[in-house]
């Protein structure tokens, strides 16, 4: 089931936080697991902000245990000096949870060999590391996520997000959408649908060097846009390559530091409604969550099978 939202305002900032989150909980009947953000704000004046974590959050009823607090401190202390090791100055830090940080950090060098070097610490994962984009994911619905991180205070001009129904992998962080485009800064997806070439395809993108940090099928699609750009495609070219090499029923949004993306596959099994005007663009797995931000008469449609389209800001 799942649900997908995503917005952008072609021409001014605006409270993205608050928007996205009124869209996603409209869709909290389709996905009651987890929810995730990617906000793209504006940003720290040139500098990174990572957004990480060094542990689980878990689901009540779980069989996993939530880690002492202790272990999480030991971990973040392992983070810190393998950050300074590589040269990096942090010039901020905030824990957001026991398990979670934001961080801004002043970095110029190879971002693969940052992003492993941090993750290579126990159950570390880099959520979003990039100029604008700030990535939260965890269990919950779209209003307790966004005020356990203080999402709602974020501004900006664009943004994309998931109500997730866990069907093939746990309820858990490591399994929520939106999926970062590793090692791209400012690259993220969210997904509606089910690939059914996924481990054909990861194990070849694992040997090109991509990293997968999940068996989520829809990271699959993260780590897909990202290797075509590095290896010199557009953001589109990758889109419209997406629709003939990956198998399934899906829709999804791709965002990017200046631009918002959407993919229809070819069977358009999966939902889709767009509402489109000169100054902002709303996408959502139904027309509900667009009326969150237009509750006037307003004239929408359904992408057709196949239709990939980019807005830019």
């Not at 969210?190 to 070439?197: A, E, S, Y």
């Not at 797995?285 to 830019?312: F, H, M, N």
Request: a negative charge; charged letters at 30%.
């Amino acid at each position: 089931m799942c649900g997908i939202a995503g917005l952008i305002h072609k021409g001014k900032t605006v409270n993205i936080g608050k928007e996205l989150q009124d869209m996603l909980q409209a869709l909290k009947h389709r996905g009651p697991d987890s929810t995730g953000y990617a906000l793209y704000g504006e940003g720290s004046k040139g500098d990174y902000i990572m957004r990480f974590k060094v542990g689980e959050n878990v689901k009540e009823g779980s069989s996993a245990i939530n880690e002492d607090k202790s272990v999480y401190d030991a971990r973040k202390k392992q983070v810190d000096k393998h950050i300074v090791d590589l040269g990096a100055d942090i010039y901020q830090e905030e824990r957001l949870t026991p398990y979670s940080f934001r961080y801004v950090i002043k970095y110029d060098k190879d971002l693969m060999e940052f992003s492993k070097k941090v993750e290579s610490v126990e159950m570390t994962e880099i959520l979003s590391l990039g100029k604008t984009l700030e990535l939260v994911k965890d269990i919950g619905d779209a209003n307790a996520v966004s005020k356990q991180y203080g999402l709602y205070k974020i501004k900006g001009t664009h943004a994309i997000g998931h109500s997730r129904m866990a069907t093939e992998s746990g309820v858990d962080i490591r399994s929520a959408h939106p999926f970062w485009g590793y090692p791209f800064s400012d690259v993220s997806v969210v997904h509606n649908g089910q690939l059914t070439n996924y481990w054909n395809n990861r194990r070849a993108l694992e040997n090109k060097g991509m990293r997968f940090m999940s068996e989520c099928d829809s990271e699959l699609i993260a780590v897909y846009l990202a290797e075509k750009m590095r290896s010199g495609g557009t953001l589109q070219e990758g889109m419209k390559d997406s629709l003939k090499e990956l198998d399934g029923v899906f829709t999804y949004l791709v965002a990017t530091k200046d631009s918002l993306g959407m993919t229809k596959d070819t069977m358009a099994a999966k939902p889709m409604v767009l509402y489109e005007s000169d100054d902002l663009v709303a996408l959502g797995s139904e027309e509900i969550a667009i009326r969150t931000l237009l509750p006037q008469e307003i004239d929408t449609y359904d992408p057709y099978e196949g239709e990939v389209k980019v807005w830019q800001i």
